[in-house]
């Protein structure tokens, strides 16, 4: 098999805890499993793959997820060469990945062209468009909650997020303005299905995690088609929930500022104290840029409420 060496097998003391690929074909798992190389591109895994059945090159192959236990932990989806591999992450042993060989007609007999093809592909776009149009009307669950009427969608609440990302200063900042920008617009895509969900409503955070998840799924992978854009929506939306990067970071404080912010603005217009609001998120914010707004803010507020007694 192209690119392997025998240290590349599962099981070897030579590599580092990584995923592993086996092929379950008909029922059967191949035992000569293949370890992920960080080098190792998508194509020449899926051609090696492959030859462990024996499989033509023209045959898909879906990778089903599942977690150290062996638990499906998200729904299969299709995966073809040239695309990127999604590397599990965050279990506790090494997590397996199985790759499932689906007998599905050949490329060479649906041209990639053709006009059904393109026609799906637009009608998943417009389907996908709608979908977004919901995060316009969809209330946001704390201002519900605590009576606020009319209450400011998600929509308005990303839009916001948005424009905060675009008064980064790369040069102080650290981290990169068009990312951040990117991520707000797609944080909360997700609830464009599931809803705006607090900790307040009984779901624990793994089931909203994986409600949350499997909405992702269906927008990016069945909808858009695992295209290179909604490669990147949801790669942006995975940094987003991991906070793995500065970016994250940064974009996870301004979703608490934009809340605040909103609140003291309620506070105004409704005449209404929202403490809870302030108070779940004192001490949370990271970033300089944030917390120097943060303080401007809860002066603002004390001015307020002084002017209100």
Request: net charge negative.
């Amino acid at each position: 098999m192209e690119s392997f060496t025998p240290d590349d097998v599962v099981g070897s003391p030579h590599m580092p805890p990584s995923p592993v690929v086996k092929l379950q074909y008909r029922g059967a798992v191949y035992d000569s499993s293949i370890r992920i190389l960080p080098t190792l591109t998508s194509k020449e895994l899926y051609h090696s793959a492959k030859n462990l059945a024996n499989l033509p090159e023209e045959t898909r192959i879906s990778l089903l997820r599942l977690d150290f236990k062996g638990e499906i932990v998200t729904d299969p989806h299709t995966l073809v060469d040239d695309e990127l591999l999604e590397i599990l992450e965050g279990a506790a042993s090494e997590p397996n990945v199985i790759a499932r060989q689906t007998e599905l007609e050949s490329a060479a007999n649906i041209p990639s062209g053709s006009r059904s093809t393109k026609a799906q592909s637009v009608r998943g776009t417009l389907q996908f468009l709608h979908i977004v149009e919901k995060l316009k009307r969809t209330k946001r669950t704390g201002w519900i909650n605590n009576g606020i009427k009319p209450a400011e969608s998600i929509a308005d609440h990303m839009y916001r997020m948005s424009i905060m990302a675009l008064l980064i200063d790369e040069k102080t900042a650290g981290v990169n303005k068009d990312r951040c920008l990117k991520m707000a617009i797609v944080h909360d895509l997700a609830e464009s299905l599931v809803g705006d969900i607090t900790p307040y409503d009984g779901v624990s955070v793994e089931d909203k995690h994986a409600q949350e998840r499997n909405a992702m799924h269906h927008l990016c992978h069945e909808l858009l088609g695992w295209s290179e854009q909604a490669q990147e929506i949801s790669g942006l939306w995975e940094e987003y929930e991991a906070a793995s990067t500065p970016e994250a970071l940064l974009v996870k404080d301004f979703d608490k500022f934009e809340m605040i912010m909103q609140a003291l603005e309620y506070e105004k217009s409704e005449d209404t104290t929202l403490e809870s609001f302030f108070a779940g998120t004192k001490g949370k914010f990271k970033h300089p840029m944030v917390t120097a707004w943060v303080n401007e803010l809860e002066a603002e507020r004390a001015e307020s409420r002084a002017i209100k007694k």
